[in-house]
């Protein structure tokens, strides 16, 4: 016997309408032609019309009776078939549980799979930004949250804590990095393996009806997609948040998602504040994002993890460095190795070794040209600037693109606003400088 869900998505898939769907589906149970009609309170001409239009849709020759037992042998053929495949994808889940670390993770009662993500046995602190994420997800039912902020400021390691701490209330966990800047394609078909592995996506002819495909799934359940590092598919050279040529399609699964009803909830991490969210976020929109700062003086628990000395000093190392832990666990490999651990000496010597101003670089050169002329005018002043003074050094360029410039490097978290005006990370600036020199 097929199961009626089987029947729906079938018939879904050929464009059987629901009048129909209701005569094949009493047909499917042997039903003759004056019981259907008789349950429909319809004619059984009605009834003969209604199940030579499904032949037709599934392109069953023949006549009459003949024509229902193909049907028949048809569908329960096709279920078989995906009865298999959903076997197969079994065997491999559970090779695939039994094999990777997050086996601990994957209870029985909800999918995990936390693909390529670190492990983050040592954290410090983030408690304020663990609650408000915790109540934008959890309460709030947000559905598109971003985590913005520079490179090793510890979006992924907060993500993954966050994740954790709210995974059971989740039927499915799904963590992808998009690190290789996968098309928008190859994401969903790896999607559909995990979330309905008996259909197949190229059924389905337009990326519309395929994102569609995604929200009746995220609706179905509860699901927590995590996609982490999507700075990868935004394009370098362009205002930040802007997509790579081929990757606009992200937008509209972002843009469909923030607008569709739905019990599930896609978290981001980037570098860059994506164009949608920037488009769509609001204090009372179901799109949120958390920009996230440095761990200010919690980043001294990870000096003394790494076994420094000189305590004095550090901090001013960590006001230096904005506390971004990459950063820091970057420059205590050279305090370690060459100051033999003292902050003091290595401070009393250099600021940022290579290993820092090459990680920064990555981001500085991604800028467009205009950011690139508003940044090396904030970059060579010694206090903070205003808007209008930058309108006023910069008299070459529009008023309008500075202030493009300067929103883009702020969603960049390349410049800081502070009171009297912008500013830049000492990192940053030096990075800068160097490159101008
Ligand atoms: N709260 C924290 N406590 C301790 N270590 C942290 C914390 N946050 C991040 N780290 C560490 O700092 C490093 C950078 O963190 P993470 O990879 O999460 O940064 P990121 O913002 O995702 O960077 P990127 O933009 O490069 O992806 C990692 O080694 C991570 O373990
Ligand atoms: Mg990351």
Redo the contacts with the bound molecule.
């Keep these: 016997m097929i199961p009626q869900s089987f029947l729906n998505t079938i018939a879904t898939e050929h464009r059987v309408s629901s009048a129909e769907l209701e005569a094949l589906s009493l047909a499917m149970q042997g039903e003759s032609i004056a019981n259907i009609a008789r349950q429909l309170h319809i004619k059984e001409d009605a009834v003969r019309k209604r199940l030579s239009e499904v032949y037709q849709k599934f392109q069953i020759q023949g006549r009459g009776p003949v024509k229902l037992t193909k049907l028949q042998r048809h569908l329960i053929n096709q279920y078989r078939e995906k009865a298999n495949l959903q076997a197969a994808f079994a065997d491999s889940y559970n090779q695939a549980i039994n094999s990777s670390p997050s086996k601990e993770a994957a209870n029985r009662h909800n999918y995990i799979d936390w693909d390529a993500a670190?492990d983050?046995s040592?954290?410090?602190?983030?408690t304020n930004e663990l609650a408000t994420l915790n109540d934008w997800i959890v309460n709030q039912r947000c559905r598109l949250v971003a985590v913005l902020?520079?490179?090793?400021?510890?979006?992924?390691?907060?993500?993954v804590k966050l994740a954790k701490q709210i995974q059971e209330q989740f039927d499915y966990l799904i963590w992808r990095s998009l690190s290789s800047a996968p098309s928008l394609e190859e994401l969903l078909a790896d999607l559909a393996r995990i979330l309905q592995p008996e259909v197949e996506l190229s059924q389905f002819k337009t990326l519309e009806r395929r994102i569609f495909w995604l929200i009746t799934q995220l609706q179905a359940r509860r699901c927590l997609l995590v996609f982490?590092?999507v700075?990868a598919i935004l394009s370098p050279g362009k205002l930040a948040g802007t997509y790579l040529p081929n990757y606009q399609n992200y937008g509209q699964l972002f843009y469909r998602l923030a607008e569709e009803p739905s019990k599930s909830s896609l978290l981001l991490?980037s570098?860059e504040k994506v164009g949608t969210v920037a488009l769509l976020e609001g204090a009372t929109s179901p799109v949120r994002s958390l920009k996230?700062d440095g761990?200010e003086e919690?980043a001294r628990?990870?000096l003394q993890e790494k076994g420094l000395c000189g305590e004095q000093n550090w901090t001013t190392l960590i006001e230096q460095y904005r506390g971004n832990?990459?950063m820091l666990?970057l420059a205590a490999t050279t305090v370690q190795e060459v100051f033999d651990g003292d902050v003091g000496e290595f401070l009393a010597t250099t600021l940022f070794p290579h290993s820092v101003t090459d990680f920064v670089a990555q981001m500085v050169n991604r800028l467009s040209v205009l950011e690139d002329r508003v940044i090396v005018e904030i970059a060579s002043q010694e206090m903070p600037i205003k808007l209008q003074q930058l309108i006023t050094n910069l008299a070459e360029v529009s008023t309008q693109d500075i202030i493009d410039a300067v929103v883009s490097l702020k969603q960049r978290s390349l410049i800081e606003k502070v009171n009297h005006g912008f500013v830049i990370p000492s990192a940053v600036k030096e990075v800068i400088n160097l490159s101008n020199k």
């Design positions: 670190p983050v040592v954290f410090y602190n983030r902020g520079i490179g090793g400021v510890g979006k992924t390691a907060l993500t982490d590092g700075e991490t570098r996230l761990l919690h628990s990870l832990p990459l666990k």
